[in-house]
């Protein structure tokens, strides 16, 4: 059963989109599964069908918070952009651009200060800074597509407001699991260095799936280095694909039954087939980019013939593995 751990007050932000453009709330809320009064907790899902509910209703995937409307589509649209970029740093760069030519405020820039990554946000000169809300939910976008990307969750060390402490809202401090602090010169989210080096390990058949679960899974993205998904994930990256076990022998060293495995990794919007497949197209991507031959990664891959490695490869990023090679 999932769990509820989004607090009443950030269903209550969400809904000031609607209150600020004069649309009543009431169907909102009950399209979404909840009651015309929100005063406990809601589960990830039930958040998530609302934030959808309020970008189509308003056109914009920003709740009204940015200096222009997140046009439904954006997020997948940042989404592409950012998958192929090779390293995290590239990757956020990509993204913070996306968003200052989508929004055009606030604006995200990345920044290196010692061994710290900084990724603060401005508004125009002179303008007021935004709500909390406002750059909560620029964080949950960004930093929720970054640790897909690289497959584990970014620890936090440190966020900064540049706008006053919303009242009665400890909310705002426990849900980053990192201190906090509002009236600041500077908004700003602060994590380690190192994590900028690490390479993207998603591939176009995993977006299509992240897409579906979109955005009930960015609220996840802080724990999801503790799920099964990513834990058979990294027992697969340990081993060639070759000598990878099969389900029932992954369930065996994971302690589970197959049912067990199968149910849990469901409940993370994925399955085992998903998970070799997203993989074995990021190998095979590294493969063909270092120059080896078609026949040479299809082998690699555990294919006994290069033509299913060849329809393979087409399914995954719809287009040929010669082709792929040629424009690398």
């Known amino acids: 059963m999932e769990r509820a751990n989004i607090s009443p007050g950030f269903v209550e932000d969400a809904l000031n989109a609607l209150r600020i453009k004069g649309i009543a709330t009431a169907p909102y809320l009950a399209a979404a599964g909840l009651p015309p009064v929100v005063d406990a907790p809601v589960t990830n899902g039930q958040y998530a069908r609302l934030w959808l509910l309020i970008a189509e209703g308003i056109s914009d995937e920003f709740f009204g918070l940015g200096a222009r409307p997140m046009r439904p589509g954006a997020f997948r649209l940042m989404c592409q952009a950012m998958l192929h970029a090779g390293t995290l740093d590239q990757a956020?760069?990509?993204?913070?651009?996306?968003l200052d030519v989508v929004l055009d405020a606030p604006t995200g820039r990345l920044r290196q200060q010692g061994g710290a990554a900084v990724i603060a946000l401005s508004e125009p000169e002179g303008a007021p800074a935004r709500p909390a809300f406002a750059y909560r939910a620029y964080w949950l976008i960004v930093m929720g597509v970054a640790c897909w990307l690289i497959g584990r969750r970014v620890a936090l060390k440190r966020l900064d407001f540049a706008c006053p402490a919303p009242a009665d809202r400890l909310d705002y401090r426990q849900f980053f699991g990192a201190p906090v602090r509002f009236d600041q010169p500077e908004t700003l989210l602060v994590f380690d260095a190192s994590y900028l080096?690490?390479?993207?390990?998603?591939?176009?058949?995993?977006?299509?799936?992240?897409?579906?679960?979109a955005p009930a899974n960015l609220l996840v993205r802080y724990r999801h280095d503790h799920d099964i998904a990513a834990e058979v994930r990294a027992r697969l990256e340990k081993v060639a694909p070759q000598d990878w076990p099969d389900f029932e022998a992954m369930a065996r060293d994971l302690g589970l039954?197959?049912?067990?495995?199968?149910?849990?990794?469901?409940?993370?919007g994925q399955s085992f087939?998903?998970?070799?497949?997203?993989?074995?197209?990021?190998?095979?991507?590294?493969?063909?980019?270092?120059?080896?031959?078609v026949a040479e990664v299809a082998g690699a891959l555990g294919y006994s013939e290069p033509s299913a490695f060849h329809r393979a490869f087409l399914k995954?990023?719809?287009?040929?593995?010669g082709a792929f090679r040629r424009l690398a």
């Open 92 to 98: 956020l760069k990509r993204g913070l651009s996306f």
């Open 197 to 213: 080096a690490l390479p993207l390990v998603r591939s176009e058949t995993a977006l299509r799936s992240f897409m579906r679960e």
């Open 257 to 268: 039954s197959p049912a067990t495995l199968r149910r849990k990794l469901r409940a993370d």
């Open 273 to 293: 087939g998903a998970i070799k497949d997203e993989l074995r197209s990021v190998l095979a991507q590294r493969l063909l980019k270092g120059r080896q031959s």
């Open 316 to 321: 995954w990023t719809g287009q040929s593995p």
